[in-house]
C-alpha cells in the first residue's frame, strides 16, 4: 500500500485544513460551563463537553467547510452516570480490600485483582465505544464518519499487545502502540473513504530511545524536538483510501514552532492559574491542523454517505474518566 500511495502522491492534490477557533470565544463558553458544573456538583459535565466539542467541530474545516459534531449532552450524560456506576464499583471493591489488608491479606490482593482486572477490561471497551459513539456523531457536509471494528478484535489486540509488553518490561510498548493504532484506523470510514494506519513500532522504538537519550544530553531542551518527531509519527502514517486512490496526511510542525506552543502553554496556564486554557486548546489546534495537508488524489467532493447512527455514549465519558486519548 505504501508503494501505491508514493505513486499516488506524484499528483498532488491539497484540499485544505484550516482550524479558526479564537480562544475568546472558546473561553466565553468553558467559563459558562465551568459555572454551571460548580453550580450542578459536576452533573453538567457531559453538556460542557458536548458544547466544547461543537464549538471545536465547526471551527475545523475541510476544503472550506467545517465538521459537525452531532453529540448531545443528553446522550453523553446517561453514559456518564453509567460510567460513574461502573467506577463506583471498582473503587468501592479496592477499598473494601484495602481495609481488609491487615486482617485478611488474601481478600485484599483478591480486591485487587478485582480492580486491576476490571480496569484492563475497561481501556478497550472505552476505545471501541468511544470510537464508535465519536465518528458516529461527526459530520462534513452531511457525510458521517463510521468505526466498524468489533469489540472482539480490539480486545484481542488489546490483551496480545499488553502480554507481550509486560514479558517484554515495556519494550514492546512501542509495537502497543502502532498496533492499537492499526487496528482503529483500520476500522475508520469518513463516507466511502478508508482510512489506514502504518507506523511501525521499531520506528516509535527507535524515536523513544533518541528522544530520551537527546534529551539528557541538552538537559531537556530536545524534548520539543522530540515531540515534534513524535507528531510526524502518529500524523504522517495516517493513509485514506477513497475509490482505489491512496492518499495521506502530512504536518509540517517545526520543533521550533512545538517549542513556542508548549512554553507558550505553559506559561498561559501559570499566569492564569488554569483560566486561560481556552487559550491553550486553540492555540494547539491552530499548531496542529494549520500545519497538516492531505497529499495525494483525496477528493472531498465526491465523499458519499455510507455510514450508519449510534448514539450509545457509554464509554465516550468513560474515556476521559480514564485520560484517553487516540485521535
Not at 481495609?99 to 472505552?126: I, K
Not at 537527546?214 to 524534548?223: E, R, V
Amino acid at each position: 500500500m505504501q508503494e501505491t500511495s508514493t505513486q499516488q502522491e506524484t499528483i498532488v492534490s491539497k484540499p485544505t485544513l484550516a482550524f479558526n477557533g479564537q480562544g475568546t470565544e472558546l473561553f466565553s463558553i468553558q467559563i459558562v460551563n465551568i459555572a454551571l458544573m460548580l453550580v450542578t456538583l459536576g452533573l453538567y459535565y457531559p453538556w460542557a463537553k458536548a458544547k466544547n466539542l461543537q464549538y471545536i467541530y465547526r471551527k475545523t474545516e475541510l476544503a472550506g467547510s467545517p465538521f459537525t459534531f452531532h453529540g448531545t449532552g443528553k446522550e453523553m450524560f446517561i453514559g456518564f452516570i453509567k460510567g460513574l456506576g461502573i467506577f463506583a464499583v471498582l473503587y468501592s471493591i479496592l477499598i473494601y480490600g484495602t481495609l481488609q489488608a491487615q486482617t485478611d491479606l488474601g481478600m485484599y490482593f483478591l480486591c485487587l485483582f478485582v480492580f486491576m482486572g476490571g480496569l484492563s477490561v475497561l481501556v478497550p471497551l472505552a476505545i471501541h465505544g468511544m470510537m464508535r459513539y465519536r465518528t458516529s456523531r461527526t459530520s462534513w457536509r452531511g457525510i458521517h464518519m463510521g468505526y466498524r471494528g468489533t469489540l472482539g478484535s480490539m480486545f484481542k489486540v488489546f490483551y496480545l499487545n499488553l502480554f507481550l509488553t509486560i514479558i517484554t518490561f515495556g519494550i514492546y510498548s512501542a509495537w502497543f502502540t502502532t498496533n492499537i493504532r492499526k487496528e482503529i484506523f483500520k476500522n475508520l470510514r469518513f463516507g466511502n473513504a478508508q482510512f489506514s494506519y502504518t507506523g511501525d513500532g521499531g520506528e516509535l522504538l527507535i524515536l523513544n530511545i533518541k528522544g530520551y537519550i537527546f534529551t539528557i544530553f541538552t538537559l531537556g531542551i530536545y524534548s520539543f524536538w522530540w515531540a515534534k518527531d513524535l507528531v510526524h509519527f502518529y500524523i504522517n502514517n495516517i493513509f485514506i483510501e477513497q475509490d482505489g486512490k491512496y492518499s495521506r496526511l502530512d504536518t509540517s510542525l517545526t520543533g521550533g514552532q512545538y517549542f513556542v506552543l508548549a512554553v507558550g502553554n505553559l506559561l498561559i496556564m501559570v499566569f492564569t492559574l488554569g483560566l486561560g486554557y481556552a487559550w491553550v486548546v486553540t492555540r494547539t489546534m491552530h499548531a496542529i491542523v494549520n500545519n497538516c495537508e492531505i497529499i495525494g488524489e483525496f477528493n472531498p467532493d465526491a465523499l458519499a454517505q455510507t455510514e450508519e447512527e449510534y448514539k450509545n455514549a457509554t464509554f465516550e465519558d468513560m474515556a476521559d474518566m480514564m485520560d484517553i486519548g487516540i485521535i
